[in-house]
């Protein structure tokens, strides 16, 4: 997938967590920006390792742990779906 702008990670972010659900046996339900992933998805921490291996897939770019969540490679608490697109959007530089 073309990744260029913000609405192209969000697209994708969806896409991912969608596809992570299925893989859960999950029914993700309308995914809205400000639902979390641990609280309201019910996404362990381990699936979140994992959310960014599919998004890399996805997104056909390099994009490392490290790169979303920078230097304590820990994500700030239960991030919401909007929180998410940002950071990948910092992981890979991209700013419109």
Same mark, same amino acid.
């Given at each position: 997938?073309? @990744? !260029? &702008?913000?609405?192209d @990670?969000? !697209?994708?972010?969806?896409?991912? @967590?969608?596809?992570?659900?299925?893989?859960?046996?999950?029914?993700?339900?309308?995914?809205?920006?400000?639902? &979390?992933?641990?609280g309201?998805? $019910?996404?362990?921490?381990?699936?979140?390792?994992?959310?960014?291996?599919?998004?890399?897939d %996805?997104?056909? !770019?390099?994009?490392?742990?490290?790169? @979303?969540? $920078?230097?304590?490679?820990?994500?700030?608490?239960?991030?919401?779906?909007a929180?998410?697109?940002?950071?990948v959007? %910092? $992981?890979? !530089?991209?700013?419109?």
């Amino acid at each position: 997938m073309k @990744v !260029r &702008t913000k609405a192209d @990670v969000w !697209r994708c972010v969806l896409e991912t @967590v969608e596809e992570l659900m299925e893989d859960l046996d999950q029914e993700p339900g309308e995914l809205t920006p400000d639902l &979390t992933l641990m609280g309201d998805l $019910g996404i362990k921490s381990m699936d979140v390792i994992h959310l960014i291996l599919l998004l890399k897939d %996805r997104i056909g !770019r390099s994009l490392t742990y490290k790169d @979303v969540f $920078g230097e304590e490679q820990q994500p700030p608490g239960d991030l919401s779906l909007a929180q998410l697109s940002d950071l990948v959007c %910092r $992981g890979l !530089r991209i700013t419109a």
